[in-house]
């Protein structure tokens, strides 16, 4: 008898204390890793769908909406509970064993909408010129960050984002951006910061001293277009779409409407679409030559894409191998981040616990 109740013991101690171990162990630890993967993975997702989508509203005159992700808390719990028993009667040995577990995930979301005046500020003021040139200084390509960024440089015009428009761009504007890009391969020229009585003062300045006769060449041919003296080397940046007095370089920079304006002239608008005269008419003349993001359109799904959005009952996307509207796409992600601050003053949020 005594036999029988240490078996009975035996057995039901032997599978209740791996359970009550495995209970005890933490949970948190192990889904670190793939929490931080997956919901980085589906943000970065979001927000180019987003982007895409807001593109495509602009072109088609629609109201772009941006949503963004505010908090992401994400709680677990598990609950394990056991239950074991044994007696020994009559020389018959009876035991009974139980087991139940509960495991819990509920992530909390929360949304805030892109409004108020501080997004409306950043949204619609010209992005700083120091800014746009800074970022050609941190090694973007001079003649594409400046395309995608200027209305105007020294007096020469880019394309203009407005659909309406009939001024035709500078020639001389984008081969002052073709030069830069050269000069900046060579180290040609920079940004600096110089303290005056009014703040800091933001100069671009030209090496004009151990320069290859090439490059230096085309340093002096492109202050003649930029119109700018030849015996000056220091141009500190100002705002304003005319040309820039002595010792200025004038620059009109655009807001990112003004940006998303010229990144819709590059969809592919769909024939049924076309038909109903859902989009404004526009001159695509010499937009094809110089256009920095081109956009697919469907009736179909496509089948692999860098991002894909449906609008219309068709869809809109960006092939996965066209590299240099994925540069585009990435950099307008860059410069929304960049202007940041986007006020939610006065608004609700919208939090959703997901389960």
Not at 249 to 264: E, H, K, N, P, Y
Not at 307 to 330: C, G, H, L, M, P
């Amino acid at each position: 008898m005594k036999l029988r109740s240490a078996i009975i013991r035996f057995l039901v101690w032997g599978v209740l204390l791996p359970l009550l171990g495995s209970a005890c162990g933490s949970i948190g630890p192990k889904k670190i890793t793939a929490d931080r993967l997956d919901y980085s993975t589906v943000l970065a997702e979001s927000w180019k769908k987003q982007m895409l989508l807001n593109i495509v509203k602009v072109r088609y005159l629609d109201l772009p909406i941006f949503l963004d992700v505010g908090q992401l808390v994400t709680g677990y719990s598990m609950e394990t509970s056991v239950n074991a028993g044994g007696s020994v009667a009559s020389g018959t040995g009876v035991g009974s064993l139980g087991a139940s577990g509960r495991y819990t995930d509920r992530p909390t979301i929360t949304y805030m909408p892109m409004t108020g005046d501080r997004f409306l500020e950043s949204f619609l003021t010209p992005i700083q010129p120091v800014h746009v040139f800074s970022l050609v200084q941190s090694g973007y390509a001079a003649d594409f960050i400046l395309e995608l960024c200027l209305e105007s440089f020294n007096g020469l015009h880019n394309h203009s984002t407005s659909l309406s428009s009939q001024h035709e761009p500078d020639p001389e504007f984008f081969r002052v951006l073709k030069l830069l890009r050269e000069l900046q391969d060579q180290r040609g020229f920079g940004i600096r910061t110089r303290e005056t009585e009014d703040g800091p003062a933001y100069v671009i300045f030209f090496r004009d001293t151990n320069m290859p006769e090439e490059m230096q060449a085309k340093s002096e041919e492109i202050r003649n277009l930029l119109k700018i003296p030849m015996d000056q080397s220091e141009f500190e940046l100002i705002y304003t779409p005319l040309h820039g007095q002595a010792g200025e370089l004038g620059v009109a920079t655009r807001s990112l409407w003004q940006i998303l304006g010229a990144m819709s002239m590059g969809i592919v608008i769909p024939d049924s679409h076309d038909e109903r005269k859902l989009t404004p008419p526009m001159d695509e003349i010499g937009l094809k030559e110089h256009a920095l993001l081109h956009v697919h359109s469907s009736s179909d799904k496509p089948k692999h894409s860098y991002v894909t959005v449906q609008y219309q009952d068709e869809w809109f996307w960006i092939a996965e191998d066209d590299w240099n509207s994925k540069r585009t796409f990435s950099s307008i992600l860059f410069l929304f981040t960049l202007a940041g601050n986007y006020g939610s003053e006065g608004l609700p949020t919208i939090t959703i616990p997901t389960f």
